[in-house]
């Protein structure tokens, strides 16, 4: 890790990591409060991890400019790291993404180009779009999806952390998977210190991925509303070796889990959030664990205000 990060930079990760103490009634579940990162996402850890790689490899030098596809999360990272070091930034997000994420990226600075919700086929899908505009402008394409840096955070950082937090003793962890990173890197460092640590798959249903974890197929691509997790192709980042078994939730579970985070443990996260804590709460209540379940709140609630599931709230 370099020694020179800059103000808000030195915040990111260290997240606090805490029992469900409603919730899991006796259960031991464990959260890890990435909500509480300064761009209000697990993504920042991937953002600032992806930029120091490519500044160390020579590939990026100051005054260039960033391109992503992001769901949101890693576009508001990365605009963060961008205007504390001096890149520009273009986010490229699909439009099934939440207006809110929208505004946060063009009011930290971003230019925002959305894009149909078009298949990973289809030359209009947002990463193929992101893929081309790097070429053609010569600009620094981050890369999630592929990006080895994203699954090395999660491994150096995430893992490490909750390793030290649970003084070594995890029986689970559970997490959805977007890119990968977060599970593959996680999964990793947990099973090279704890064998016996089982590594499960939080899946939307109509995802194909909790298939692929259980046959080696993708399942068929049906649609959801919890975002940033799921898919229908399956991310170089993300490695069947590391996980063990999956767990599918639906939209409705997912969304009052959130809503039950947010009234019983003062948890204020977004959906997929709600889709951990559902999987990590069935692998728990199912036992023969040697330790705790831990999970992860991806993001925070503040993205969704305006998403169908967050309405009716106050009534
Ligand atoms: N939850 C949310 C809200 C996200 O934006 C993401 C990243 N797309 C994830 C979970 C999944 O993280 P990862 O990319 O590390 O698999």
Known sequence: MKSDRQGILKHIGRTPLVP???IARGLSVLV???H????GSIKDRIALAIVEDAEAR????SGMTLIEATAGNTGVGL???AATRGYGLVCVMPEKMSIDKRLALAALGARVII???APPSSPDNFRSVARRMAEENGWFLTDQFNNPANVRAHEETTGAEILEQTGGRVGAFVAGAGTGGTITGVGRRLKAALPGVRVVLADPLGSGLADWVETGRLGADGSYAVEGIGASEVPNNLHRDVIDAAERVSDEESFAMVR??????GLLVGGSAGTNVVAALRIAARGGLDGPVVTVLPDSWDRYRAKPWMQGWAS
């Open 79 to 81: 605009a963060l790291v």
């Open 260 to 265: 039950r985070l947010v009234r019983e443990e």
């Open 32 to 34: 890890k409060c990435e």
């Open 36 to 39: 509480m990162n300064p761009g």
């Open 115 to 117: 894009t149909p919700n």
């Open 20 to 22: 469900l103490e409603r």
């Open 58 to 61: 020579g590939v990026l030098r």
